[in-house]
């Protein structure tokens, strides 16, 4: 069961932060510093009850016309692919939790938690704190120089999260005095997950490259970034953002990657999924001159390859590899992180990796803010070699604190809820083996695998325009598994869950009659 918390700024930020913000604001505008305090002091309920009722109520109503539709043509001057895209019925007019009303005045279910970024769904009452922010003026924009108080705390706060460590342990100081590989102890914070993972890729290439002049260890030898291999051994089972560096990773810009592997610039090896021999192989190989392994890169459920779950045994022994070799590793984590017990999946693997991406989830949808966390070891850019002038922004870093105190809070509920919807979403692939192959994935963000890729393509146009549930098939990928995607917001309630499932079987069952009389 979901439970609800009550937090005022002065609880989570501290009495001596706030009580400064207020004799400032007390300052720049002649409001008595009293009232000023009583606003900061005031606890905001996270999850009231009439919140969670709503949520509940409106599952029911999922695909009614609840309003009035908007009447306009307005198509915008998108690029041509954006416009082939575009499903306005569906965007929104207004929302709440885990629903928004679209276009054609029909209520919708956000079953992708709006591409990762809702996790607590829209408008959660929680991040009401961000509002009292703004009513004492503390600013959302800053600069690299000047980031502010809510900043460097979410900063610790995050260290302390990824190394298992409450934010008050005495330990944590030695951890970010630490510079042992696999040891998180800074953080960068930025705006996207693109430009956090770029900022890994570039600590990579200081190894081989000199940014500024500082010498590199392995200058004159050809960095490669291991990723992760699609089912016929090629690039595109990985994702890693859309800076270019990135996308080559994935196999996008062949004609760029084959120039650059040709003149020795970068290699980029794809290991096959979940296979260790293989891995160990490939480690070896590209750790041996001209060659050094500059990274290794990888999600731990691959959403933007069939929802495929990584096994622990598999990264545990590739991680044991990387860290005997002087091999960094980077787990991203920009679509998994705040969606488990703990805030990161890579600890319920029991893994120690070099750098984690993560964004999306933890600023609740209200900014684009990402951060890059990473090893002490591997700290070696200058300020300006992952500058972004805004990726210091106080309120982003306010949104971040809300998430995890709500989720500290109710982690172990949202992680049992996340089980159970796995283990039901295994049995409704059982029941219907003709179309259904299995499920892959884990909790929240599990997926459900066809047989082809007419009828996962089939499902979700059911799913989205008769059952008004957002989901996706990716039918964009070479050699990608048929796979319906969800990524449940975790405000999603057991209750909520089985009036979910009974829609995915409405459409199963018209497949699979529609099937028996072909």
């Not at 599952?59 to 499903?87: C, D, F, I, N």
């Not at 207004?94 to 591409?115: I, M, N, P, Q, W």
């Not at 004159?220 to 270019?244: E, K, S």
Request: with cysteine.
């Amino acid at each position: 069961m979901i439970r609800n918390i009550r937090l005022s700024l002065s609880d989570l930020l501290g009495q001596a932060y706030t009580a400064a913000v207020c004799r400032a604001r007390a300052a720049l505008t002649g409001e008595p510093c009293e009232r000023l305090t009583a606003l900061a002091d005031e606890k905001v309920d996270f999850y009231p009850p009439a919140f969670a009722a709503r949520q509940e109520a409106l599952m029911a109503r999922v695909g009614e016309r609840v309003a009035a539709p908007l009447e306009s043509g307005e198509a915008g001057a998108p690029t041509a692919s954006y416009r082939k895209a575009q499903h306005s019925d569906a965007a929104p007019l207004s929302a709440l939790g885990a629903f928004r009303v679209g276009e054609d005045g029909r209520l919708y279910f956000t079953g992708k938690s709006e591409h990762y970024q809702v996790p607590l769904g829209h408008d959660f009452p929680g991040y009401a704190l961000v509002e009292r922010a703004r009513q004492l003026g503390i600013p959302n924009a800053t600069h690299n120089n000047t980031r502010g108080f809510i900043t460097r705390t979410l900063e610790k706060r995050l260290v302390a999260a990824a190394n298992g460590l409450a934010p008050d342990d005495p330990a944590l100081e030695r951890v970010i005095a630490a510079r042992e590989p696999g040891v998180l102890s800074c953080v960068l914070n930025l705006e996207t997950g693109s430009l956090a993972v770029e900022a890994a890729l570039k600590m990579m290439l200081a190894r081989f490259y000199s940014l500024d002049g500082a010498p590199a260890p392995y200058a004159g030898r050809t960095p490669v970034f291991l990723v992760m291999a699609d089912n016929a051994g090629g690039l595109a089972g990985n994702y890693h953002g859309t800076t270019i560096l990135a996308q080559t990773l994935r196999g996008l810009w062949p004609q760029l990657l084959q120039k650059a592997e040709s003149t020795g610039m970068y290699r980029v090896v794809a290991v096959p999924i979940n296979d260790e021999p293989a891995f160990a192989k490939a480690l070896e190989t590209y750790n041996t001159p001209p060659f050094k392994v500059a990274g290794f890169c990888h999600e731990i459920l691959m959403m933007n390859y069939g929802g495929i779950r990584l096994r622990e045994s598999y990264l545990q022994a590739a991680y044991r590899l990387c860290h005997a070799s002087d091999t960094p590793v980077l787990c991203d984590e920009i679509q998994s992180c705040a969606w488990y017990d703990g805030l990161f999946l890579f600890r319920q693997y029991g893994l120690a990796p070099d750098f984690v991406s993560v964004g999306k989830g933890f600023p609740g949808g209200l900014y684009p803010a990402s951060r890059l966390l990473c090893s002490g070891k591997y700290d070696c850019l200058s300020q300006f070699g992952a500058l972004v002038t805004n990726g210091q922004e106080e309120l982003a870093s306010l949104a971040y604190l809300v998430t995890m105190a709500f989720l500290q809070a109710n982690g172990p509920d949202v992680q049992e809820t996340g089980r159970m919807y796995h283990e039901q979403m295994v049995a409704l692939a059982a029941a219907y083996p003709a179309l259904c192959e299995g499920a892959a994935g884990d909790g929240h963000m599990t997926a459900l695998c066809f047989r082809s890729v007419e009828d996962v393509t089939a499902f979700c146009r059911r799913m989205n325009q008769e059952h008004c549930v957002d989901i996706s098939a990716q039918t964009y990928k070479p050699n990608c598994p048929p796979t319906a995607l969800a990524k449940l917001p975790l405000i999603t309630t057991p209750s909520i869950v089985a009036l979910l499932l009974a829609r995915f079987r409405e459409a199963l069952d018209g497949m699979a009659r529609e099937g028996a009389q072909a």
